[in-house]
């Protein structure tokens, strides 16, 4: 693949075949089915009915020799998503470990899949099922091959910009600690030598479906709920948080999942509710409930790095949806701009620069990528910059920046009641 056009970030001081950004994928580690699912290989699902085709089914899961969770994923992941979204699934050896998982560096597991699904992948999910003599230990609270994970998982995403099929990734917090204050706050973890880690694109889910948990046993009991999230992005526009309360409701009481919400510690929310609202500040994602209604929702998207706002109002992605935005926007501009490579324009004589007239229609090119995006209730605003002193000659290089303005979120609200004896 030939780099022509690239696009960078600024670093600051129901079918939906026309929505691409809502296709998901999973890797995780699993057993191969005799005439069903094979390991190390690239499957695209549009329905469960797909995965049990495969012989991916409850039994799967349950059953004791493998104690695990892949179908399930799959099933909460269509609960949310539209039938027909399409989802990419791998399975790697057992024994693989996490950091295989994710590192890849040959290419076998997370990075193949993405290569796999040439880019159709936006929202990836990360899951692990340890193997039956897996040796679970914590570290700052999280289950350790986990909090080492997170910033492997940035790095992921750095590779798949790199390689121009952009994902977010949704990483299985499996094996949550039971003490809050323990747990490390995900908006602050330390980077080495100094300063703070920015996993921008990488939100940690430790919510699960706690009755689900309960059919299992060992560690499979600590397993987190990526399907369910990655799923809740599919049902999204580009724009929504997936905990919009409206929307969202992750309980299906008929068919008796996520009637129970717990952590990945596999106890309920209930008994341990003092902890919600600190993991809620360190940025951990699970389901939570609102008062005066019924079921669950997510309690945000929140990504695994400080909030930063700089001097010039460059912001950095904070939330899974702005990454999200981002990554579909650069998508967009990337195959609109893609267009312009190897075409011929003209210069100013004078000059040897581009013509005021060229500098303005490349301008409008990446300008009607954004109003598109507005007009699709996507961002609030977009504006392309073309550097006019762009070496077209020698460099033959068009420099453009960009700049985006998403939408706003109400995540709290605020208010004051008086009683009075008039108004």
């Known amino acids: 693949m030939l780099k022509k056009t690239n696009i960078t970030r600024g670093v600051p001081g129901p079918n939906v075949s026309g929505e691409p950004f809502r296709v998901g994928g999973l890797i995780t580690t699993g057993i191969a089915v005799v005439g069903g699912v094979q390991l190390n290989t690239s499957y695209r699902l549009t329905s469960p009915a797909d995965a049990e085709a495969l012989l991916l089914n409850s039994a799967y899961d349950l059953t004791s020799s493998n104690n695990m969770v892949v179908y399930r994923h799959i099933v909460d992941y269509y609960d949310e998503a539209p039938e027909g979204t399409a989802f990419w699934l791998r399975l790697a050896p057992q024994a693989t ?4 998982l994710i590192d890849d560096a040959n290419i076998e597991f997370a990075r193949k899949l993405i290569v796999d ?18 040796s679970e230990t914590l570290t700052d609270g999280i289950n350790a091959d986990v909090r080492a994970a997170i910033s492997k998982c940035e790095a992921l995403y750095a590779w798949s910009v790199d390689n121009m099929r952009e994902v977010y ?8 600690g039971t003490n809050a204050a323990s747990c490390a ?22 919510g699960q479906d706690w009755d689900f948990a309960e059919t299992l046993t060992g560690h499979a009991r600590k397993y987190a709920g990526v399907g369910k999230y990655i799923g809740t992005i599919g049902a999204c526009n580009l724009a929504q948080d997936p905990g919009e309360v409206a929307s969202f409701n992750l309980t299906r009481e008929k068919n008796s999942r996520w009637v129970t919400a ?43 790095t400080p909030i930063v706002v700089d001097s010039n ?6 939330k899974g949806t702005y990454c999200r935005v981002m990554n579909y926007t650069t998508r967009r501009l990337r195959a609109q701009l893609t ?24 301008t409008g090119k990446g300008n009607d990528v954004f109003d598109d995006l507005v ?14 002193n762009s070496d077209i000659f020698v460099a033959q290089q068009v420099n453009y920046s960009f700049d985006v303005v998403p939408l706003g979120t109400i995540a709290k609200i605020q208010g004051k009641i008086n009683l009075k004896t008039s108004i």
């Not at 040439?118 to 897996?134: D, K, T, V």
């Not at 706050?185 to 430790?206: F, I």
Request: a negative charge.
């Open 97 to 100: 470990t996490l950091a295989n």
């Open 117 to 134: 699904a040439n880019g159709e992948i936006y929202n990836l999910a990360i899951g692990f099922n340890p193997a039956s003599g897996y």
């Open 169 to 176: 990734i949704a990483l299985e917090g499996r094996g949550l």
């Open 185 to 206: 706050d995900l908006r602050a973890l330390p980077a080495s030598p100094s300063g703070l880690q920015r996993n921008e694109h990488v939100t940690l889910v430790v």
């Open 262 to 304: 717990g952590l990945s510690n596999h106890v309920k929310n209930k008994d341990q509710e003092a902890m919600l609202a600190t993991l809620d500040t360190k940025s951990y994602v699970f389901a939570d409930t609102h008062p005066e209604t019924t079921g669950y929702r997510w309690n945000g998207d929140h990504t695994c």
């Open 313 to 318: 109002d460059n912001m950095n992605e904070h």
């Open 339 to 362: 267009q312009e490579v190897r075409t011929t324009i003209s210069a100013n004589p004078a000059t040897g620069k581009m013509t005021v007239g060229v500098q303005k229609y490349l």
């Open 375 to 388: 007009a699709s209730g996507y961002i609030s605003g977009g504006e392309t910059y073309v550097d006019g």
